[in-house]
């Protein structure tokens, strides 16, 4: 579904680059200023065409007036504003449809992917190869961050068959057919990992090191966790309709045979149970019933936002040092 704006780009905008690199931003204002210096030094020594995309996704301090700051004053840098909080898969997705490198490189913008590792990931691109994820060499998340990560990963080999030494990670390279394959799903929950898989299986591993947290507390939290594994399961595996038909199909058989002893023991000249045993079997039925629904509603209400084609995103400005555009950007 094609792109809707308001303000259309100029030509000049349009001209592709060796590179681009696209940042998610959330409450990161302290830490803009030294990410954007060390990214610049390390680009410069490439000696290539780039560019730095950064997107705000409505966080609660000041990183978009520092972006503001950097835009206007550095030609290589292009900030962008979300119009609400979209979450960080559609906040990449949108620095993606904005991109305009050959090679497009993804970080998160709290420097424990630090910026002297790109090389690393443009060594291990091969003629053969789409797609280069940086795997830490030694994590620096806290224990909750690991075992979520742990999480997704055995589910993601899971569902998508893919091979367990092979790690999806936010700290990748991409040629720009892959970034292309991407921003022609429409999904508003993405789970960049399974959809990169979806477009490419030329994707390898590359070994970089991970820092620390420079500034402030990780978002990553139980609740995300859930919501992004409930997200991969129901968007990209049928897993959560076949256990709902066996489990349905296995209560069906526990029914009956419920029944069949309910009568023989009436036969027998025994007392059938009275109305306990009939609400403990209409309470557990009930329960799965509604545990069917919601999980049968969540399928039925992806497919109407494909059918409406509700936007991933809205952009609300657009900064860079030579244009300044600010309105409606809807991406169906």
């Known amino acids: 579904m094609p792109e809707r704006r308001l303000v259309d780009r100029d030509e000049a905008s349009l001209e592709m680059l060796d590179y681009s690199i696209v940042i998610p931003v959330y409450r990161s204002a302290l830490i803009l200023p030294e990410l954007f210096e060390r990214l610049t030094a390390v680009m410069l020594r490439l000696e290539q065409s780039y560019e730095i995309i950064f997107v705000e996704d409505c966080g609660p301090d000041n990183s978009w007036h520092v972006l503001q700051e950097l835009a206007s004053k550095e030609p290589a840098v292009t900030a962008i504003q979300l119009m609400r909080n979209s979450g960080q898969s559609n906040a990449t997705l949108c620095g993606l449809a904005n991109a305009r490198g050959r090679i497009i490189i993804t970080m998160d913008d709290d420097l424990q992917h630090p910026p002297e590792e790109i090389p690393a990931l443009i060594k291990a691109l091969r003629t053969t190869v789409d797609v280069v994820m940086g795997v830490p060499k030694e994590k620096k998340h806290n224990w909750f961050r690991r075992l979520g990560s742990n999480v997704m990963h055995n589910i993601n080999c899971y ?29 508003l929950s993405p789970a960049l990992g399974p959809m990169i898989n979806s477009v490419t299986r030329r994707i390898v591993n590359a070994t970089v090191q991970h820092a620390p947290r420079k500034e402030g507390v990780s978002g990553y939290t139980f609740s995300r966790l859930f919501s992004q594994t409930m997200s991969n399961l129901i968007g990209y595996s049928m897993l959560p309709l076949r256990l709902l038909a066996i ?21 027998g000249g025994g007392v059938v149970p009275g109305w306990t045993s009939t609400a403990l079997l209409l309470v557990m039925l009930s329960g799965f019933n509604f545990f069917a629904f919601a999980i049968l509603g969540e399928y039925v209400l992806r497919i109407l936002q494909r059918v409406n084609a509700t936007p991933q995103y809205f952009i609300r400005a657009r900064l860079t040092s030579a ?4 309105g409606l950007h809807a991406v169906g």
């Open 159 to 187: 569902l998508l068959g893919k091979d367990q030494k092979l790690h999806f990670t936010s700290f990748r390279l991409m040629r720009r057919a892959v970034v292309d394959g991407l921003l022609s799903m429409r999904t």
């Open 247 to 267: 489990i349905g199909g296995g209560g069906i058989i526990v029914s009956i045979g419920f029944a069949i002893a309910l009568v023989a023991h009436y036969l």
């Open 323 to 326: 244009k300044k555009e600010v």
